[in-house]
């Protein structure tokens, strides 16, 4: 696809399409008011007749002859008190559903004209580029490598997307919003891949492959050895039930000053969850093939800080392993020493994210981190909480939290804080070790988020629970590239 912005009066494009927004009632935008000029006052004749109500997200396919564009596709962009950056994201979710599929070859989108209420971070011409390109990508994916029937090659080659210059500010907009759609796409192939492919030793090569084709990007891989050296033992506790032997994979993108500290993301990377010798039902267990969103979340944003190349230094860990019931796999009641040097009883071999996250936070003590944020799909008791709208969002820092639930807002990407008192530490009391890996029924998110928290003292860290937002279930099943949009906005306000 090849995508562009444009300055140039409408009616001078020709185009197989023109996409613009109808308000329902209020003023009109004016690419809109151009547009019906041009088309001798089509659309108020339209709107008067009812056929054109504007309601949001309504879109309606005028087809047109002797005109410089085929067909016009309105969008509506609904009242104006109600308009918000949510109801805009509906707008362009569903420009892009009647696009995908549709006659043209080409289309001008002039919609960027379309205001809203919010703040000037969400609602300037920037960040609207920015979701138009995000969405774009966002919407166009489709993932059909084990199809053995392809569908048909798409029509649509050409997107032209109007705005009031072609600077460099917004130039740059569109393109962070593209880059970070298509990082949204790379963490939905990631996901979308079956088990049986995607497995750690896999997971290490699609990073190996992003620093062959990025010079930006290095990585490092740490074998079962190398991590029974350094005593990653929980790490090794988690894959020992499994074929497929785990790896922690490393990736350095240092674009910033040599002395600026990194951020650093870590990655659950479960790449199958059985629950291990802990069983899980049956039911729905295909889905835990997405136990590796965390991770891939941090390989999708990685790949738009190498598209992008901002001035910051970003790590990004995964903790990569499949968790399997065999005979030697860990047991409930297994004791193991962590590479703090803290001891786990594990309790039930189902919580194995806390597991193999506690040794790589640890482990990331040694790049001196500016902030670390982990993304996991780590509790079911985080669905039962919040659902599949927001994400969860535990920390040790009031500063960095603020952060990220702000880059949330500001993307739609959203996050919701849960508390990380102190009074919630002792669920994870044991009476033969340390601690242990499971702190009852009660709060399970929080719980596994102070199972975490006592790894990652030294530092500034935030963990985001993407348990109810890395996937769809039901019809719609398959990955949704979340957290990517928040974790680009987030570590974009870093950099130089
Ligand atoms: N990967 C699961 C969490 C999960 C379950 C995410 C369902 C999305 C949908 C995690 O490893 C797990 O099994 N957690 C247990 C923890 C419990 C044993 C304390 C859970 O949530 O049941
Ligand atoms: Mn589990
Ligand atoms: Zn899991």
């Known amino acids: 696809m090849n995508f562009s912005l444009s300055s140039t009066a409408i009616t001078a494009t020709k185009t197989d399409c023109l996409v613009i927004g109808l308000p329902e009632k209020g003023e009109w935008p004016a690419s809109t008011k151009a547009a019906d000029d041009a088309l001798g006052g089509l659309i108020t004749q339209l709107e008067k007749t009812g056929d054109l109500a504007g309601k949001n997200a309504a879109v309606n396919t005028l087809p047109l002859v002797d005109q410089p564009w085929q067909r ?42 379309t205001g809203f209420s919010g703040d000037a971070a969400s609602t ?63 963490t939905k192939d990631l996901g979308n891949t079956p088990p049986n492919i995607c497995h750690p030793v896999w ?49 350095e993108y240092r674009g910033g000053n040599a002395n600026d500290k990194p951020y650093v993301l870590v990655g659950k990377g479960i790449t199958f969850d059985t629950g291990g010798i802990s069983l899980k039902p ?3 267990m295909d889905e835990m093939k997405y ?26 860990v995964i903790a990569a392993a499949e968790n399997m019931p065999d005979g030697g796999a860990s047991r409930p009641g297994d004791i193991v020493t962590t590479l703090s040097g803290m001891t786990v009883e594990i309790l039930n071999t189902d919580a194995e994210g806390r597991l193999v996250l506690c040794d790589a936070l640890t482990y990331v003590k040694k790049f001196d981190p500016a902030a670390v944020v982990d993304m996991a799909t780590l509790t079911g008791a985080c669905i039962i909480a919040l659902g599949n709208q927001a994400t969860g ?25 849960l508390p990380l008192w102190e009074e919630y530490q002792s669920q994870l009391d044991s009476n033969f070790a340390d601690m242990a890996n499971i702190g009852g029924r009660p709060a399970g998110t929080i719980t596994a988020g102070c199972f975490l928290s006592r790894f990652a003292k030294e530092y500034r860290w935030a963990h985001l629970d993407i348990a109810g937002t890395a996937w769809n279930s039901g019809k719609a099943k398959g990955a949704t590239g979340r957290p990517v949009p928040l974790l680009v906005n987030y570590l974009m306000t870093h950099a130089g």
Not at 175 to 181: C, I, K, R, S
Not at 292 to 306: P, R
């Open 393 to 417: 969002l535990l920390s040790n820092n009031d500063e960095l939290a603020n952060e990220l639930l702000a880059a949330g807002e500001r993307t739609g990407d959203r996050a919701w804080r």
């Open 282 to 284: 049956g039911e729905g």
């Open 291 to 316: 136990d590796m969103g965390g991770s891939a979340s941090v390989f999708g944003t990685m790949k738009v800080i190498a598209e992008t190349q901002p001035k910051i230094n970003v790590v990004a």
């Open 124 to 186: 300037s011409e920037d960040a609207k580029l920015n979701l138009i390109g995000r969405i774009l990508e966002d919407q166009l994916y489709t993932f059909t490598d084990f199809k053995s029937e392809q569908p048909a090659a798409r029509k649509l080659k050409k997107v032209v997307v109007q705005a009031s210059d072609t600077d460099k500010a917004l130039k740059n907009a569109l393109n962070l919003g593209l880059a970070t759609g298509r990082g949204m796409n790379y």
């Open 203 to 251: 997971l290490a090569e699609q990073a190996q492959a992003m620093a062959k084709d990025n010079d930006c990007i290095q990585t490092e891989i740490l074998d079962e050895k190398q991590m029974e050296e350094l005593g990653m033992n929980t790490i090794l506790a988690v894959g020992k039930g499994s074929k497929q032997p785990p790896r922690l994979i490393v990736m």
């Open 72 to 113: 016009v596709i309105v969008i509506g962009t609904g009242k104006d008190a109600d308009r918000t950056a949510a109801s805009y994201r509906k707008c362009l979710a569903a420009m892009v559903g009647a696009l995908k599929d549709g006659p043209s070859g080409s289309v001008l989108i002039a919609i960027s004209d």
